[in-house]
């Protein structure tokens, strides 16, 4: 059973998440949810349960000028804290540093309107380039035990990872020893060791962490 061209095109444009124009070289350049505002459209004295509160969020950077480009992920809802309520509304993004929201009012009573900028469009650009990348970030150590060239018992320690794509995680030729899954077929790689053999696996552990961050993408988390 398929989708429609028009169901497939909307899941298209829902998924599509729109970055920078221009490459961020500055941490001032990124959104600040100090600067940024929102305001409630027409707000009026009082409203019916089941009418829509409107809202438009303004993205501004570190600078207090305004955000040309939109996928900042902001979050906004009502709440009322006496009743323990709250209710999400869905962020329009207008690609233009403008954000529109409706949020819909079900309860009588107080309701107040809380905005937040969970990650700013630059942040969410570098959690998108590193979801995307094949590079592992998490390595693990594989233990190797088993009769050497003397007979003796030895250990060996390799470094180990899952396989990503075709190439693999060490682009080393004959490199490594693979152990597949046979129910999820996820492939698990480590280092061929020096002198036992890939059968000589026994247990693993917990290795090395490599920080992908540079120092600007580390500050603009902070940020």
Not at 51 to 58: A, D, Q, W, Y
Not at 88 to 110: F, I, M
Not at 159 to 169: F, H, I, M, V
Request: hydrophobic share 30%; proline share 4%.
């Amino acid at each position: 059973m398929g989708i429609s061209e028009e169901e497939w095109d909307r899941l298209q444009k829902a998924l599509d998440w729109p970055g920078p124009d221009q490459e961020i070289t500055q941490l001032n350049q990124s959104t600040s949810p100090v600067h940024s505002t929102y305001s409630i459209v027409g707000l009026k004295e009082s409203y019916k349960v089941g009418e829509n509160i409107s809202v438009t969020i303004t993205a501004r950077d570190h600078n207090k000028n305004l955000k040309r480009y939109g996928g900042d992920f902001f979050q906004a809802k009502l709440f009322n804290s006496e009743l323990k309520a709250s209710v999400y509304g869905e962020v329009v993004d207008h690609r233009n540093g403008t954000y529109s929201v409706a949020l819909l009012l079900p309860w009588e009573g107080q309701a107040q309107v809380y905005v937040r900028l969970e990650h700013s469009s630059e942040v969410v650009q570098i959690l998108k380039k590193y979801r995307e990348s094949s590079f592992p970030r998490s390595h693990y150590n594989g233990h190797f035990e088993g009769p050497g060239p003397d007979k003796n018992r030895i250990s060996e320690v390799v470094e180990c990872n899952l396989k990503w794509g075709a190439d693999g995680s060490w682009s080393k030729g004959d490199c490594c020893c693979e152990y597949k899954d046979v129910k999820t077929g996820t492939v698990w790689q480590c280092e061929r060791p020096k002198q036992l053999s890939c059968d000589n696996l026994v247990h693993h552990s917990r290795g090395r962490f490599k920080e992908s961050l540079n120092p600007l993408e580390k500050q603009l988390f902070t940020k």
